[in-house]
T-cell receptor
Framework: DAGVIQSPRHEVTEMGQEVTLRCKPI?????LFWYRQTMMRGLELLIY????????DSGMPEDRFSAKMPNASFSTLKIQPSEPRDSAVYFC?????????????FGPGTRLTVL | GQQVMQIPQYQHVQEGEDFTTYCNSS?????IQWYKQRPGGHPVFLIQ?????EVKKQKRLTFQFGEAKKNSSLHITATQTTDVGTYFC?????????????FGKGTKLSVIP
């Protein structure tokens, strides 16, 4: 299995531009999570999906952030317009279906720099 | 909301010394997970503890879950340079199912050869 795939791995953009981050979860995993990691705030959950349906988006910082999961093998996190304070590493993670064992598998992350 | 605290934030040890990181939750946890993130890498699952007082070992790593299921620890015996990284504990949000995890800020381990 290829694991969770994220693209791009690095993104540098200017303030005000739209940014789209992409994620392909592990095949057969029902849960998909988007996290943001910064030195100051650590690892924060932004939103998660179950069977392509958003379950909790309370971690999304503001309306500039949106996430979609049009099918079981693809999700996007969009920031429009981007701001310098959005600079962070964004991780996507997936997890198998319901059960006591809910290990999360993280992708390699996208390092976003907003100038 | 639930808070998961980890101490220390940083730890520098000489190779061969032992290392321990502690994790405390503001609420009782149904389970606790530990992850390791190498520098420049992504978090990788290490282990999950479910039972009160549970102790699990992985070679030189010993994981413990407190009796009250509100705290946990990770102990590494005789550290090696391959142990370098940040160790996170994570607990599920109480009352919200087990799929949304709250991560501690992590303990960053440096090993001096």
């Amino acid at each position: 299995d290829a694991g969770v795939i994220q693209s791009p791995r690095h993104e540098v953009t200017e303030m005000g531009q739209e940014v789209t981050l992409r994620c392909k979860p592990i095949s057969g995993h029902d849960y998909l999570f988007w996290y943001r990691q910064t030195m100051m705030r650590g690892l924060e959950l932004l939103i998660y999906f179950n069977n392509n349906v958003p379950i909790d988006d309370s971690g999304m910082p503001e309306d500039r952030f949106s996430a979609k999961m049009p099918n079981a093998s693809f999700s996007t996190l969009k920031i429009q317009p981007s701001e310098p304070r959005d600079s962070a590493v964004y991780f996507c993670a997936s997890s198998p279906r319901a059960g006591a064992y809910n290990e999360q598998f993280f992708g390699p992350g996208t390092r976003l720099t907003v100038l | 909301g639930q808070q998961v605290m980890q101490i220390p934030q940083y730890q520098h040890v000489q190779e061969g010394e032992d290392f321990t990181t502690y994790c405390n939750s503001s609420t009782t946890l149904s389970n606790i997970q530990w992850y390791k993130q190498r520098p420049g890498g992504h978090p990788v699952f290490l282990i999950q503890l479910v039972k009160s007082g549970e102790v699990k070992k992985q070679k030189r790593l010993t994981f413990q879950f407190g009796e009250a299921k509100k705290n946990s620890s990770l102990h590494i015996t005789a550290t090696q340079t391959t142990d370098v990284g940040t160790y996170f504990c994570a607990g599920p949000e109480s009352g919200a199912g087990s799929y949304q995890l709250t991560f501690g800020k992590g303990t960053k381990l440096s090993v001096i050869p």
